[in-house]
């Protein structure tokens, strides 16, 4: 089979050596010249390409993606099929389609986990689009996905990828945080001798047994304690859209929402709403708080 | 009627010159010697009043507390009676009633709101311990409530003061939080021009007049942005109590959790749950995160 | 000053009684005949007011809203005014007003706080606009306002209003979520033995005192234990807004969270979250769980 | 090697067989006559029993375990040493110890994961207590704990071992209600046509990969929506200790608490709250709210 693959970088190029492993024909493009790419622009990636073409997009979301999807719709043809593998929210992916399909163009969103890992242990992928697109693009699937019966679904129409893949990752924000949890607890506590010693034996036996908990045995193996990592954390969009959805379909959403908040808080999110505590407190006890 | 008054600092001699001026007569000590006390020590104190005697204890809760309650234990005679106005957990105060009450000695607990402006304002009271003590003590307590129908209360038996204040100082940090949460939100919005005009617009007919409002207004008086308020706050184990005894009880408390942990979290101590996060998101993902 | 009101419901009715009241004349419609209304359809009212007219629509938000204002976007001439007060979502107004803009209309957004009170007590208005405009119905502002300097703020441009009265409403779900939490852990401790009374207290000298906590006292009165309300909340949209709102600002509002949160588990929100927790404690641990 | 198991429960008794499959002599005793034990009381099982003596107690925290402690301090001699299995709370541990030292018995706690499974995958086992005591019973943690490196950690001095396993148990209840709360918010969307499809395919290449989902598909395998499992969830103590010790160590743990707080308010603990705002949202707004 033959498919174009539209961004390069860690998980784009990854992803392309993993489909070329399973014996497919890779048409590769990045903006980045120095990329490996097989072809300079788009349009030379979509004369390369047969008809019925199938061209994957794995850039950022935002403006690179829709930049592409733009340009995609006006070099594609009647009966191509577009698959937006980036980390689009799941709003976009409708409007992404009915503008496409207009031209008779077919398109699917798929959510893909698994990192840096993933070139190795395969992509965990969620599909969204129609069935017969899906069948389509089924031996690209299979290629990425890892080996053994898990790790695919077609999560349901346009848009359902990706969301199946953000609530994914908001049910990563809260196990993260529930771990950070006890790690910070335990670090603290008389009690506990060694935490990353404690942690490590969990991973056997333990209901709390992951692979976040082998991911941070293996960080806390260099850096048990871990002092050389700082002590912020970055957001990526998909808990605060999961919070939203959620809310929005009547569903409560604690857990997902201390991981987010946590992790606002850390990036200076909170300086004002303690401004305010502090600055009543001052009022009307005539605390003085130092920084 | 006589009062002994231990503690005169900024709480206790604000309250001895409000009892005063209700005209009763207090004899005051404290530790330190340019407090303007009375006396030199707890046994003048206790000699210059008369039996049965009424003691107030208005120091900082753990050791100074105990302390002092443990010497007027051995000072006082039966049918004295120690109203313990400090801090203290409520779980505290039946221990201090039942080792007095070996010597017939009788206890009371009294949790006191109001700040710095209960010298001009009055003091809210809630007192806990039995009927006949708290009627005993009645003048006391009317001499420092504020004027009017409400400002004090008789909670329950002993314990109970200290139990209602703990929770009054709960839903205090619960509501704090939430007037920063709203000041923050907007201070970040390009909807609102200046978040100080809109917050003291609602101190007439809208649903969020309280005190707290007024003093935050006070304090946006002369700093609008709170920028020369540092954003960080402490606690002082009101909320962390709350929420134990109300898990205890089986009554979830998220609200007041959140004012709790946006203090703790100000302090450092969510470092090490960002930590782990980080650490796992560059195990996954490759993410290098900057402090 | 003439004004048409569209919406004579619960608020619109009380507000325009209140601006008569302040010597001005209204007009007014509603889409119920036994509403009290002045026309029978928004063409009559439009012909009843002298050009440039100022419009209040006062109706629900979503489709009555969208249709009335779509309706006056035909009926309107440029010049004219009108003054959406109703509880729409601070994203509808920029949209609202461009889309007049272009037939020469001036729009402006006005959040309404004060509920069934305001026609005595005056209603708290936040109001988004531009300047001129904001000067225009001024006239109408004071007459709504209650007494004295604050309960009106010119918050911002288009959506400002919205958007003050969302965060207003947003800390409103956290502070009524804190006195709950409070109330709801002392009615089950043995050391409180009157809640109502307790928090009634409250209302003079405390940090707590606020007007939710008179309503509160006010609503024990006839049923101190508040057994005769049912225990579920119902939510309106504004701390789901307001949380959003905030996410994307960066800003962690875990307090908001918590009254919205609770009040979406009392409407089962939280009801497939359970089944997976004990479905899991039923595969681990043999839990049998009983409804 | 010899042991006293006290305790032939779900998991004493499937305990005590995985110590014999090792080679090891167990002698056990329960309560219950139809329990399978060996002795029909505790002076029996002292008896039968080679000095120094080791005994594993594995009976419900709180009295039975007191009192069988109790019990074993009168009836063992010094130099014999009791290992706690049970799920008592950490600061129990050290009045334990203290009290049994007077006597020259050693004492060790050690927490217990693994549930039903135990017995087949072995028992992931955290001990406190003092290093030559975990020599000593070592042959014991090695015949319980699972094949391979981890499943075993001497954590702490005595308490460690019930203190690790306590927060082993909270980040489990954050784990746990994070993906309810993913769970939730699919089934209740248009975007996914199949929650049980979509989290079943995570177990390959996700991140979320993890013992708890593998236990979560196999209970969707026979019900997809869990319709048949009741919307509420009990807890057993351990996440309450956790944001407790928490708390006191200045470490905020909100995702716990989600988890937490939702258990308590599946079992009313929330309606008192509940009732509060409804009240004052019938106060200010005339709303009626419906149960």
């Not at 997009?57 to 690179?64: I, L, N, T």
């Not at 045995?217 to 002092?227: E, G, S």
């Not at 957001?235 to 959620?246: C, Q, S, V």
């Not at 857990?255 to 407190?281: E, F, K």
């Amino acid at each position: 089979m033959q498919l174009g693959m539209i961004g390069l970088g860690r998980m784009g190029g990854n992803m392309a050596e993993r489909i070329r492993r399973a014996g497919h024909e890779v048409i590769g493009y990045d903006v980045s010249a120095d990329s490996g790419r097989d072809v300079d622009n788009l349009e030379a990636l979509v004369a390369r390409l047969n008809a019925p073409r199938i061209v994957w997009v794995m850039v950022p979301s935002g403006k690179p993606t829709d930049d592409t999807l733009s340009q995609l719709g006006t070099l594609l043809e009647a009966g191509d099929l577009i698959i937006n593998g980036g980390n689009c929210r799941y709003t976009d992916d409708r409007r992404n389609a009915d503008s496409l399909a207009a031209d008779g163009i077919q398109y699917m969103d798929c959510g893909v986990s698994g990192g840096v890992w993933g070139s190795e242990r395969g992509y965990a992928l969620m599909v969204g689009g129609d069935a017969d697109a899906y069948q389509r693009a089924l031996p690209i699937f299979e290629a990425l996905k890892p080996e053994g019966e898990n790790g695919l679904v077609h999560a349901g129409p346009v848009g359902g990828g990706h969301f199946a893949k953000m609530v994914h990752n908001g049910i990563e924000y809260g196990m993260m945080q529930a771990f950070g949890e006890g790690f910070a607890t335990m670090e603290r506590s008389e009690y506990i001798q060694n935490t990353a010693e404690v942690m490590a034996s969990w991973r056997s036996g333990s209901v709390v047994d992951s692979w976040l908990l082998d991911l941070l045995v293996r960080a806390m193996n260099d850096d048990p304690d871990l002092k050389q990592v700082p002590p912020v954390a970055d957001e990526t969009g998909e808990a605060k859209w999961t919070i939203e959805a959620a809310a929005e379909l009547g569903v409560p959403t604690p857990a997902i929402s201390a991981g987010l908040y946590t992790r606002l808080a850390s990036r200076g999110g909170a300086d004002d709403v303690l401004r305010v505590v502090t600055a009543m407190r001052g009022q009307f006890g005539g605390h003085v708080t130092k920084a």
